[in-house]
């Protein structure tokens, strides 16, 4: 079992910058490749990038490439998602999952465990 808790979210100015955390639970962090996802209302749960168990690969969607990074500390059991340039597309509240892989998961039936997902919010 993984337990994960995000934060780091809030409301930002357009062209601003949020770092959201993934903390988890569990001895076996660093066996499982990690995502984050984003769901805006009304609309399906989409990934936003994932990494795989060692850090050494990374998975972006066309609309956060060059804007947002992940990283992970398995030493702190700890995922990272930095975002940059901010869009107010980029606002719904942003999900970190675990999954057991060893490549990079790009789908919400990939994904084991979810946290409960933290919001952000960017203004115009």
């Known amino acids: 079992q993984v337990q994960l808790v995000e934060s780091g979210g809030g409301l930002v100015q357009a062209g601003g910058s949020l770092r959201l955390s993934c903390a988890a639970s569990g001895r076996t962090f660093s066996t499982y490749a990690m995502g984050w996802f984003r769901q805006a209302p009304g609309k399906e749960r989409d990934i936003v990038a994932a990494?795989?168990?060692?850090?050494?690969?990374?998975y972006y969607a066309d609309s956060v490439k060059g804007r947002f990074t992940i990283s992970r500390d398995n030493a702190k059991n700890t995922v990272f998602l930095e975002m940059n340039s901010l869009k107010p597309e980029d606002t719904a509240v942003y999900y970190c999952a675990a999954g057991v892989s060893l490549g990079v998961p790009r789908f919400v039936s990939q994904y084991n465990y979810w946290g409960q997902g933290t919001q952000v919010t960017v203004s115009s």
């Open positions: 990494i795989s168990w060692s850090g050494g690969s990374t």
